[in-house]
């Protein structure tokens, strides 16, 4: 099994992530976000390091994902909490012109080398509920976050997912408390499962 969890950013990913891994005894594989040097650069000066962000982004994520496929590395089943598709979702955003040409670039040659997840449970959730959980978890380069900036991810993401070609489940993370309580826990599981299974018969 190779189960993705995407959404934009404080949706609660990362979280639900790990307490399914737990349950299901797979490996948990957590996207590097802190050891970016430029994310922090990026916040202060968009426009000056989004290509830099964006590439070591990439990069990193393509080095990750890539160990999925190679036999030995993992235990055989694996919970993510991003697609590298994600990459491209904000680098759209984020860079123009040539910058944006010259990542798409890359781009195209390194996503048909990954593994295709599964099931992807795409979390979505208003721009307040977003904000709350972005100040509660306290990272300093995030303090400043913009309520628009979010609003315009999570428009790119409802996008990328209308069209999504593989199996997918669209969860409303304002309506479960999956950290505090475990029936809503229990409630998504119940969910994923189905959608595996159904995603089973489909092959």
């Excluded at 992530?17 to 349950?23: E, I, P, Q, S, T």
């Excluded at 160990?67 to 993510?80: E, I």
């Excluded at 491209?88 to 040539?98: Q, R, T």
């Amino acid at each position: 099994m190779y189960l993705v969890i995407e959404g934009p950013i404080g949706v609660g990913k990362t979280s639900l992530a790990g307490r399914l891994a737990a349950r299901y005894g797979a490996d948990l594989n957590l996207e590097i976000v802190e050891e970016n040097p430029f994310l922090a650069r990026f916040y202060e000066d968009p426009a000056a390091y989004s290509f830099q962000v964006q590439v070591f982004f990439l990069l990193s994520r393509f080095k990750q994902l890539s160990t999925l496929a190679q036999p030995g590395l993992w235990s055989g089943n694996v919970v993510s909490d991003y697609l590298f598709a994600k990459d491209f979702i904000f680098a759209a955003m984020n860079l123009k012109d040539a910058e944006f040409s010259l990542y798409e670039d890359l781009y195209s040659h390194l996503s048909p080398r990954l593994p295709t997840p599964d099931l992807v449970v795409y979390l979505r959730a208003d721009t307040d509920l977003l904000l709350r959980r972005i100040e509660q978890r306290g990272r300093p380069f995030e303090r400043d976050m913009q309520a628009a900036y979010l609003a315009d991810l999570t428009a790119r993401y409802d996008e990328y997912f209308r069209t999504y070609p593989h199996p997918l489940l669209t969860v409303d993370a304002s309506g479960y408390d999956f950290v505090g309580k475990e029936a809503d826990e229990q409630a998504i599981v119940e969910q994923i499962e189905a959608a595996l299974a159904a995603a089973s018969a489909a092959d």
